[in-house]
């Protein structure tokens, strides 16, 4: 027995007759003698259903006509007399023959008669269809890329209802769809282009992205049945071109601690490779120093209050970095040095780091090279106990250090830390 959403028996199951335009002749020539008009509608989701019936007559519900047309969803009704309005109803049956109640009722006018109507029916212009398109993402200059198109069609989704609906076709054939595409951005994805052939429900869109290039563009795809109204739908998915991992900022040389005297000039630089232009924002503790906007921070006449830790934020178009901070230490007198400078003192400031590397030595000499900031002095300290310095050399990096008197020592050590 066929069964209605709510499980009633046929007798309480009525289809819902819907029509959605004006039924299409199947010939217009010259001889008018015999119309015919090509009626469609979406198949009933009752799985006991075997069939369909479509009934018509000249008067409202007083139909003198019936056609059996099987399991199909189409049918052409040929036969109709010239300028005569056709009332039309449909019904669905079952294997063992029980039929449903008729659907609501719809009109047709065949050509040669004007009908006085308050409220037309429009024409169908059904709207087209294209499948939702997933966003992508690629790599700076990567190769042409395919996406996949789904779910074209010339007459709009099928219609969401549980009975069959008798619906007009709003042509005689099946339209010319064109499918177009078009860029947001042609400087990242230039020249999109589609591969379709009509009707087919499926296609491929394939693009580029531009040399060098990369950032996002918005892909607007159109798909056209040509109708007068309702022609259109569109999808837009997002290509995103990801920078190369060299694009990125990076610090290829660190900045380097040193010192100074107050009122003398100094100089602090940092190289850093990445996509040109980079720019460059120093800072003096965590905070950005006006105007310092280049490779090479130079201070000049510098006071005591400029010392501290210094670093750089090098940027791009693509992105950020931050050096490793320095430390600049700024000596307000020679006091201060000769403290330095005292036996058993320890350098006033964070120093920068000197290399000791040693060198064989005979007849009782021991040597070693300093090697720290190209020109900056060093002072060599050396103890027998790790507590006790003595200064036994001061030079400019790079030099060579020798101890010409170690045989009077059982041990002896050795260190190295800049003058300003």
Known sequence: ????????????????????????????????????????????????VTGYKIYYGTSSHDYTNVVDVGNVTNATISGLADATTYYFAATTYDGVGDESAFSNEATFTTPGKTVSNSNPILPLTPTPTLDPIADVSVNKNTGAQTVNLSGITF???????ITPNIIALAS?????????????????????TVNYTNPKNTGTLTFKPVANAFGTATITVTVNNGEKTNNTVT???????????????????????T???????????????????????????GVNIPSATSATLTLKNVKTTQAGNYSVTVSNKVGSTNSAPAFLSVYS???????????????????????????????????????????????????????????????????????????GFAQRFYRA????
């Open 1 to 48: 027995m066929l069964r209605d959403a709510n499980g009633s028996g046929i007798g309480n199951f009525a289809l819902r007759l819907i029509l959605l335009g004006c039924l299409i002749l199947g010939f217009q020539q010259t001889m008018l003698a015999s119309q015919s008009v090509v009626l469609a509608w979406n198949a009933s989701a009752d799985p006991e």
């Open 155 to 161: 007459s709009g989704n099928p219609l969401n209802i």
């Open 172 to 192: 005689k054939s099946a339209p010319v769809v064109k499918v177009t595409v078009a860029t947001s951005n042609p400087s990242v994805i230039s020249k999109p």
């Open 235 to 257: 999808k837009t998915f997002t290509v995103t071109v990801l920078p190369s991992p060299t694009d990125y900022p990076r610090i290829s040389k660190q900045i380097v601690s």
């Open 259 to 285: 010192s100074v005297l107050t009122g003398k000039t100094v100089s602090l630089s940092v190289a850093a490779t990445g996509l040109a232009p980079l720019k460059y924002q120093w800072q003096l503790n």
């Open 333 to 407: 007198a020679t006091t201060d040095l000769k403290a330095q400078l005292t036996d058993n003192s320890a350098p006033a400031a964070p120093a920068i780091a000197a290399v000791l590397t040693s060198i064989t030595k005979t007849s009782g000499q021991f040597g070693f090279q300093v090697v720290g900031s190209e020109g900056s002095y060093y002072v060599v300290q050396a103890s027998v106990d790790l507590k006790n310095w003595v200064s036994v050399e001061t030079n400019a990096s790079p030099f060579l250090y020798t101890d010409t008197n170690v045989n």
């Open 417 to 420: 830390y800049p003058l300003p």
